[in-house]
């Protein structure tokens, strides 16, 4: 996967440029690409979108974006080279006869078109008609598609069906940002490239797993939009279930994306499902009530802008889940995301088995065990919890328990951390899928997801409620509580 500024020159379609996702993080993702001498000087980067504009005035709004949402000064040198790529084409996404508009700048004999859906899936379909039409679909054309792919998995067979009827599976990349962290990526070289974990992964040394993804911020002037999907379909569904395979698969065969999808897809089939005769036992729903969150004041769900007096939709899940398979066989993956909550923590935590014998009992009552914890943000790193000795002389040798902590920033302080979205268009621009969502795995993740929201609506009980800038309701710690547990916080 060796990169250089040779790689195959692309057009990259941005349908959608004006955006909040394009601005805030694809076009920034562009430069840094661009700064890392990362993209051939032969590409070109189209944005698309219905309003009227020129390629100067576009260029002219890049720049005001990147300007506002770069987190470094911009260089010059790099902006020069970077907007020289840049071209904008005005077309009405509903009119098949407009998408002729981009054969005047893309070249499918001299660049492969690369066309990123930043729309709403509804146009998904549309959208795919028109690059056919146009003559942007045959291979070695390729669609990269935002999520939410559906809303559950009925709809999405239809976006998917859609997609699939002008472009084949190889030509199609499904984003899920999370697998673009630096941090997730390095779940693969913890588990198979290291025999001190590769050895003791299975339910003979781990006791259970925690996947936590807490935000601060509730739902930041998008309560319609919100409200129609909830934290389950907008967290779960894609992010902590990804996280979740990643975790819990076989090893590959080799590093290529079949290899690794398949291994994850098993995952996916393997989880216990859940429905209306387990859901009081196996889940917690939740939404926040007013609160403080870092200090300040917050609303509660029902009193954000926008707000229906009368919505069930959940801010916060928490979910036990169980891997019907050999190695996770009684091992529990607890998972919990969460809006306005304590703090903002994406994290996976491996909690160890105690050791059966303790020799250390007249200083120690209780051994604790050990824990593996995976920092995805902020503050990306990984961290073992270990007991080591306390210096010193006396009768009882006395322990204490202890941090080996590898901190990205600390350890790898002259290399930048590149941003999910970084990776994840130049391996899309690359042609290299295994970063990305085959469909097999959208709709076994739809199928499973689905069971829990039908059970939810079966037993039409309200969300528990939990203060803004708690860590969930009560619930979430007592169901962890009826297996001797606690969260990691």
Known sequence: MTTTAQNSACDLILFGTKGDLARRKLLPA????????????????????????????????????????????????????????????????????????????????????????????????????????????????????????????????????????FFKESQIYRIDHYLGKETVLNLLALRFANAIFAGNWDHNSIDHVQITVAEEVGVEGRWSYYDDAGQMRDMVQNHLLQVLTLIAMEPPARLDADSIRDEKLKVLKALRRIDISNIQEKTVRGQYASGFVAGKAAPGYLE?????????????????????????????????????????????????????????????????????????????????????????LGEHMRLQESKLDLSFDETFKSQRIADAYERLLLEAMLGNQYLFVRRDEVEHAWSWVDGILNAWKTSNEPPKTYQAGSWGPVAAISMLARDERNWEE
Request: glycine share 4%.
């Open 304 to 392: 954000e802008e926008g707000a229906r007096p009368n919505s069930k939709t959940e801010t916060f899940v928490a979910i036990k889940v169980d891997i019907d398979n050999w190695r996770w066989a009684g091992v529990p993956f607890y998972l919990r995301t969460g809006k306005r909550m304590a703090g903002k923590l994406s994290e996976v935590v491996i909690c160890f088995k105690p050791q059966p014998h303790n020799i250390f009992h007249a200083t120690y009552n209780q051994l604790p065990a050990n824990k593996l914890i995976i920092r995805l943000q902020p503050d990306e790193g990984v961290e073992i919890q270990v007991l080591n000795k306390i210096p010193g």
């Open 30 to 165: 562009m430069y840094q690409l661009e700064k890392a001498d990362l993209l051939c000087p032969q590409s070109r980067i189209i944005g698309v979108a219905r309003d009227e504009m020129s390629t100067e005035a576009y260029v002219e709004l890049v720049l005001t974006n990147l300007n506002k949402f770069l987190k470094e000064p911009l260089d010059n040198a790099v902006w020069q080279r970077l907007q020289s790529k840049l071209v904008y084409v005005q077309l009405d996404l509903a009119n098949e006869q407009d998408y002729h508009k981009l054969t005047a700048v893309a070249d499918i004999n001299q660049r492969v078109p690369v066309s990123y859906f930043a729309t709403p899936p509804s146009l998904f379909g549309a959208i795919c008609k028109g690059l056919a039409a146009a003559g942007l679909a045959q291979e070695p054309a390729r669609v990269v598609l935002e999520k939410p792919i559906g809303h559950d998995l009925a709809s999405s067979k239809v976006i998917n069906d859609q997609v699939a009827e």
